[in-house]
């Protein structure tokens, strides 16, 4: 026959006796030509020199037909290309728009054979998501297959399947064309099991092999060759053949032929029996060819729209923020139900003129002359019941509107709803589904589509998921970004470089294929602005101020607790007043948004409440629970929007609302809230934005840096502390030799600072000058000499002092004893860091005393996951170990830890300082192994995050060579301990007990390693003078 296209076997116009008009189109579709055949497409239906497509079957159908036989490159023994289906069937689709081009609505039949199945069902997924294609797949009534394998039978893969057919024909199959024809053949079928509403609009003829290939058995068994339809929709065949005899008959007589020509005829004509049920389609536009992933909620919103309700409407709600894709979901729901409903009606509700106009078109459309909307939901509710209907209502985001309004009244018909608002779930409480991301999989197809990248290497997959990552996974972003890749003007790896740099740029550029409504994700968020911007209210107002204040801080999880933290910080800027460069002024309170209400006397969250409620309702935050506190969040797009949003001004301005905000938070409050857990992302969001450089410090903000400085502090965030420091000192042009009165909560900061990063010497030093200048500005009970002193105790204890430690601390706590009530944080304070420095000197009895009063007072008045409670519960375990009371000090020690790995950062210092002590309790309770592992594990993080220098690194890693010890790894032991003391013989007095621990721990080490060395020399020849030095262990 002739080369590869589309040939008319037999065409009822020329070739039978009345020369009908063909009514029919029937094409026929060969499967892989294994042996290179010439003819295979003809021989594929041929036995005995019939080829039974042209010589029996047009007689005897009922409708005249012309029948055709499509002829393609299947020889895998010829070239690798013969195995891709999507190219055959794009051919097959093109053949067949040009040979129907006068009758494209003629009703089709295929007529497949083995894999020429898969080429055919790749065909009708590709011409759904061709638009001009879309006649075919309507003109397409009945799919005929004969042993195709549709999905894996017998617990194989469909993959599994083909190649099983491969080998069939093909002796000595090529290992590398049978992986690719799998993976061909696997991505096909899900292509197609992903579009499995296309077998609503037809009729499907399954028939399967009935016996054995020689030795090979069955080939495609009826669990693969067969669909499982539900109804009527398929026939499932049997037939007395093998893989290949299944579609040969030589004789229009024989039993097997009888069987299938009748099967066909009888098919054929109910197929055309079934009438198109669509008769109405108002929907905007086609689905975007890049549609990608939502199988399942596409599955769930179908489930309840065509459920049976006869006693009530049927809805749904899909809730989401702008561009993740709400409108793409129901034109693809609409698409796969198009022939489920009478009536398909789509309007936009963005607006009262556009739902009015929308429908007033249906009205129009089903008969009516109305011009109201009362009109189009009166003709929709009296449609008769035979005729279902789908209205679907897209954009009903303005919170103020109550969308109730556009529903028909009565039971009858579908309506499926899109909103920004999640409120708009009430109006179908059993049908609704917030649109989340897509899947990571999904997003990189769509990423790479977009893109025109063809190319899944693990290098090109890793590149789009850092594009991913910044852009949150946002549909319509990951459209802009493949869009803007695949105009060449920057490649897929430089995308989140040109992002950081271009956000504006990108955010505003316009998709010119496939737009959605507003073409941008910078016009779809601006679309929520414009709302607010109209609905000119107080609360309208304050959700715009709200959004200026998050905009500097980081957008997740916000604590929505931070703001009533500085409104009480307000409060008690009017009651203690001070001309300290660490005092807040009523210049910082006015930086409070007015819905703070930041100079009423009496905390009112309602306005805020309100703020938060609204622009929830326009997807733009998102509340949530965490640990028990409301926070909010928002997606990062959005973040990036609000800023982009504002000029150079406003953005300082707001910057400037964030910073009073955080610094007011904990002005005059010594009592610490659970959210302030939240708050260290925020704080190191603002600082990244603030102007830390020469020349950049204003008056207003020098208090407002000492506050927040504190909170790093407190946060343990020691490096970003260092730092703000360090541009503190060189903006005012202050040093540690000439520290003065009017910089004293500077130098306070740096010398608690200093003792954190281990500069124990340069802390004492500082508080032993904050200590002197204090007494001569202070009276003995002043809360800040008392402080300062505190803080000066706690330096000498840490640098080995601990007498002078003591002996200052208990003048501390004999004043606070007598000015403080008993549950004030501050006479807690200085009363745990005694019983400390009790237990450094050996008075074991005196420090566990004090530490159960500090722990009860503690346990009674705070919360489990507080921090003094869970510091002085930490002392007291640590006292209990000192005393032999290792099993208290393990129960104690086990709950701080689990409440500190579940409330903070794994390096976060207290979370690791518990692990460390907790190991060291395991190790006295003979948990060795255990002991190590913890040990090990804490060493590795401070070996990350702490200076080589660092008195905590330091001390993990000595007890780690004190377990490796007692676990008899003493060449480890040995090594760690010398890497111990190297680092203190330089760091500390030879008199430190520090210092002299690890000298003794290492000679200990060192005499083990002997002992063992001379049992082993006692029983073994030596073969050297001197005994081998252990060599260093590689942890």
């Known amino acids: 026959m002739a080369g590869h296209g589309l040939h008319v076997l037999f065409d009822s116009s020329e070739d039978s006796p009345d020369h009908a008009v063909a009514e029919i189109d029937i094409v026929a579709v060969h499967g892989l030509n294994f042996r290179n055949n010439p003819n295979h497409a003809r021989d594929t239906w041929t036995a005995g020199g019939n080829l039974w497509l042209q010589d029996f079957l047009p007689s005897k159908l009922t409708k005249p037909a012309r029948v055709m036989l499509f002829s393609y490159n299947s020889s895998p023994a010829m070239d690798a290309a013969a195995i891709k289906l999507d190219d055959h069937a794009k051919t097959l689709l093109q053949l067949l728009n040009i040979e129907r081009e006068n009758a494209p ?117 009826r669990a693969s060759a067969t669909l499982g339809l539900p109804g009527s929709r398929e026939k499932q065949v049997a037939t007395h053949a093998d893989h290949s005899s299944i579609c040969k008959f030589d004789s229009i007589n024989s039993l097997a032929c009888r069987l299938v020509l009748g099967t066909i005829v ?308 009017q009651k203690y007043p001070g001309d300290k460069i660490s005092d807040l002024t009523n210049e910082h309170v006015s930086q409070l948004p007015d819905f703070l209400e930041p100079h009423s006397h009496t905390w009112d969250a309602f306005r805020m409440s309100e703020a938060v409620n609204l622009l929830e309702s326009l997807a733009l935050i998102r509340k949530s629970n965490t640990d028990g506190k409301l926070t909010v969040s928002m997606h990062p797009l959005i973040h990036s929007w609000i800023n982009l949003r504002q000029d150079a001004i406003q953005r300082d301005e707001s910057l400037f609302k964030s910073q009073c905000i955080i610094a007011l938070s904990r002005y005059y409050q010594p009592y610490w809230e659970p959210y302030q857990y939240h708050i260290g992302l925020h704080i190191l969001s603002v600082l990244q934005r603030s102007s830390l450089t020469h020349g950049g410090l204003r008056d207003s903000l020098l208090p407002v840096y000492v506050r927040i400085g504190q909170l790093l502090d407190e946060l343990r965030y020691d490096q970003k502390l260092e730092e703000l420091l360090q541009y503190l000192f060189s903006e005012l042009r202050i040093d540690d030799d000439n520290m003065s009165e009017r910089f004293l909560p500077i130098f306070d900061l740096s010398a608690r ?17 904050i200590v002197r200048i204090g007494r001569t500005m202070y009276d003995e009970t002043h809360p800040a000499r008392l402080a300062s002193q505190h803080e000066l105790a706690y330096a000498y204890l840490e640098n080995g002092q601990t007498k002078q430690a003591i002996n200052l601390l208990e003048q501390v706590v004999k004043v606070r004893e007598t000015t403080l009530d008993k549950t004030h944080p501050d006479r807690l304070a200085s009363q745990h860091e005694l019983a400390h420095a009790y237990l450094e000197n050996g008075q074991t009895k005196q420090a566990i005393n004090l530490s159960e009063q500090v722990v009860k007072v503690r346990e009674t008045t705070l919360d489990e996951m507080h921090p003094s409670r869970l510091a002085s519960q930490h002392g007291l375990a640590h006292a209990y170990l000192e005393n032999g009371q290792t099993k208290q000090a393990i129960n104690l020690l086990e709950q701080v830890v689990k409440v500190r790995e579940t409330t903070l950062d794994e390096m976060h210092p207290s979370r690791l300082a518990s692990q460390h002590e907790l190991a060291s309790a395991y190790l006295e309770n003979g948990q060795t192994e255990q002991a190590v592992d913890l040990f090990e594990y804490v060493v590795q993080i401070q070996e990350t995050t702490l200076d080589k220098t660092h008195p905590d690194r330091l001390a993990s890693q000595h007890e780690l060579a004190r377990a490796y010890l007692q676990n008899g790894q003493i060449e480890q032991a040995i090594d760690l301990f010398q890497h111990v003391v190297q680092i203190r013989e330089t760091t500390l007095d030879a008199t430190h007990p520090l210092r002299l621990i690890s000298e003794c721990r290492l000679a200990e080490a060192r005499l083990a390693y002997a002992e063992i060395d001379g049992s082993h020399h006692a029983s073994t020849p030596s073969t050297s003078v001197e005994s081998p030095v252990p060599q260093k262990s590689r942890r």
């Not at 061709?130 to 003109?139: F, L, P, V």
């Not at 414009?530 to 200026?548: I, R």
């Not at 990063?757 to 802390?763: A, D, L, M």
Request: aromatic share 8%; charged share 25%.
């Open 105 to 221: 609505q003629r009703p089709l039949v295929f007529v497949c054979h083995s894999l020429g199945g898969l080429v055919v069902k790749e065909a009708l997924v590709e011409a759904n998501l061709d638009t001009t294609c879309k006649c075919i797949i309507e003109a397409t009534r009945l799919l005929v297959f004969f042993a195709t394998p549709h999905r894996g039978g017998n617990y194989a893969g469909i993959g599994e399947v083909v190649a099983k057919i491969f080998r069939v024909g093909s002796r000595k199959p090529n290992n590398k064309l049978l992986d690719a024809l799998k993976k061909n053949s696997d991505d096909a079928t899900k292509r197609f099991e992903q579009s499995r509403h296309l077998y609503e609009h037809c009729l499907v003829v399954n028939f399967f092999e009935g016996e054995s290939y020689g030795n090979l058995g069955i080939i495609v068994d």
């Open 266 to 573: 009888k098919e054929v004509d109910r197929a055309l029996e079934i009438e198109p049920r669509n008769v109405h389609w108002l929907v905007p536009r086609s689905v975007n060819s890049m549609f990608t992933g939502r199988r399942n909620l596409i599955t769930k919103i179908k489930k309840v729209l065509v459920s049976p309700a006869p006693r009530a409407q049927r809805r749904f709600v899909l809730t989401g923020m702008g561009g993740q894709g709400k409108s793409e979901v129901c034109l693809k729901v609409a698409d796969e139900l198009r022939e489920q409903f009478w009536g398909v009606f789509w309007v936009d509700v963005s607006s009262d003129s556009t739902a009015k106009s929308g429908l007033v078109a249906i009205a129009k459309l089903l008969g009516s002359n109305g011009t109201e909307v009362d009109d189009a939901r009166r003709q929709l509710s009296n449609v008769d019941p035979k005729h279902p209907w789908l209205l679907i209502l897209d954009n009903a985001d303005n919170p103020k509107v109550d969308y109730q309004q556009y529903f028909p009244t009565g039971t009858r018909g579908a309506v499926l709803i899109t909103s920004r608002n999640p409120e708009c779930q009430n109006y179908a409480p059993d049908g609704y589904e917030d649109l989340g991301s897509l899947d990571k999989q999904d997003c990189i197809h769509l990423l790479l589509q977009a893109a025109k990248l063809a190319s899944e290497s693990p290098t090109v997959k890793s590149n789009a998921e850092n594009v991913l990552e910044i852009l949150g996974s946002h549909t319509l972003a990951i459209l802009q970004a493949g869009a803007y890749i695949a105009q060449g003007a920057c490649t897929l790896s430089e995308y989140p470089g040109v992002f950081q740099t271009q956000k504006e740029r990108l955010l505003r550029f316009n998709l010119t294929q496939d737009q959605s409504r507003y073409h941008n994700i910078y016009a779809t968020l601006e679309a929520s602005a414009e709302l607010l911007g109209t609905l000119q209210s107080e609360c309208a107002q304050d959700s715009l101020c709200l959004l200026q204040v998050l905009s500097p801080l980081h957008y997740e999880k916000i604590p929505l607790d931070l703001f009533k933290g500085s409104w009480t910080g307000a409060q008690n800027v």
């Open 753 to 769: 600072n200093a003792r954190t990063r281990g500069n124990i010497k340069r802390s004492v030093k500082l508080f032993e000058q």
